[in-house]
T-cell receptor, first 114, second 114 residues
Framework: GPKVLQIPSHQIIDMGQMVTLNCDPVSNHLYFYWYKQILGQQMEFLVNFYNGKVMEKSKLFKDQFSVERPDGSYFTLKIQPTALEDSAVYFC????????????FGPGTRLTVL | GDSVTQTEGPVTVSESESLIINCTYSATSIAYPNLFWYVRYPGEGLQLLLKVITAGQKGSSRGFEATYNKETTSFHLQKASVQESDSAVYYCALANYGNEKITFGAGTKLTIKP
C-alpha cells in the first residue's frame, strides 16, 4: 500500500538546539499531520496542514514548533529551541482528501533531547 | 475533550483461540464520531485495520470485527480464531466528521502463543 517515509528514524539532540523532522508523504496527498507519542503514553495529535496552512493544532503544538512543506518537498516539523519534554516519537501522516479519508502513517522518528 | 480507553496490555492468547479487545470512547466534540482500529505489526508503521462511520454498523477485516455501539459508546475488537501473525499492537481510535484529527487509545500489545 501507499507508504509515508520519515527521516531520520532516530535523532539525538542537546536541549536548546533546533531539530527538523522530515516526512515524505504519499504522492498526491493533500493533507498532512503530525502526532506525538511519549514513551508509555498515547499517541496525540499535534497539527494538521493543508494548502500551505495550519488548519488545526492542539495545545501540545507549542510556539517553538512550526511546520511547512516548501514546494511540494518534505513536510517538516521544526522545533526551535528543543526542551527535554520534546523527547518522544513523532509520527507523520498524510491523506488524499478530507472527508472520511484514511490517514497513512509513517514509521516515526524517535527524538531524544538530552 | 475526546478520549478512548482500551484493554490494557499486554494480552497473550493461544493460537486458534478467540480474542476480544475492549474499547470505549467519549466524544465531546461530535455526537457520532468515526471509529477505527489501527494495528502496528513488529517493525512496521501504523496501518488501518478497519473503520466504521455509522452507528450500529459493523466493520470487518482480516477476520477481525468491531461493531459501533452508540448506546454503550463501545467499539470492541473481536476475532473468532487468532493466528500467530496477529501478534501486534492494536489501537482503538476516533475522529471527528472530517477525519482531520484522530484521538488514539493507549494501544494493546497482543501476543499469540503457537
Amino acid at each position: 500500500g501507499p507508504k509515508v517515509l520519515q527521516i531520520p528514524s532516530h535523532q539525538i539532540i542537546d536541549m536548546g538546539q533546533m531539530v527538523t523532522l522530515n516526512c515524505d508523504p504519499v504522492s498526491n496527498h493533500l493533507y498532512f499531520y503530525w502526532y506525538k507519542q511519549i514513551l508509555g503514553q498515547q499517541m496525540e495529535f499535534l497539527v494538521n496542514f493543508y494548502n500551505g496552512k495550519v488548519m488545526e493544532k492542539s495545545k501540545l503544538f507549542k510556539d517553538q514548533f512550526s511546520v511547512e512543506r516548501p514546494d511540494g518537498s518534505y513536510f517538516t516539523l521544526k522545533i526551535q529551541p528543543t526542551a527535554l519534554e520534546d523527547s518522544a516519537v513523532y509520527f507523520c501522516a498524510s491523506s488524499d482528501w478530507v472527508l472520511y479519508a484514511e490517514q497513512f502513517f509513517g514509521p516515526g522518528t524517535r527524538l531524544t533531547v538530552l | 475533550g475526546d478520549s478512548v480507553t482500551q484493554t490494557e496490555g499486554p494480552v497473550t492468547v493461544s493460537e486458534s483461540e478467540s480474542l476480544i479487545i475492549n474499547c470505549t470512547y467519549s466524544a465531546t466534540s461530535i455526537a457520532y464520531p468515526n471509529l477505527f482500529w489501527y494495528v502496528r505489526y513488529p517493525g512496521e508503521g501504523l496501518q488501518l485495520l478497519l473503520k466504521v462511520i455509522t452507528a450500529g454498523q459493523k466493520g470487518s477485516s482480516r477476520g477481525f470485527e468491531a461493531t459501533y455501539n452508540k448506546e454503550t459508546t463501545s467499539f470492541h475488537l473481536q476475532k473468532a480464531s487468532v493466528q500467530e501473525s496477529d501478534s501486534a499492537v492494536y489501537y482503538c481510535a476516533l475522529a471527528n466528521y472530517g477525519n482531520e484529527k484522530i484521538t488514539f487509545g493507549a494501544g494493546t500489545k497482543l501476543t499469540i502463543k503457537p
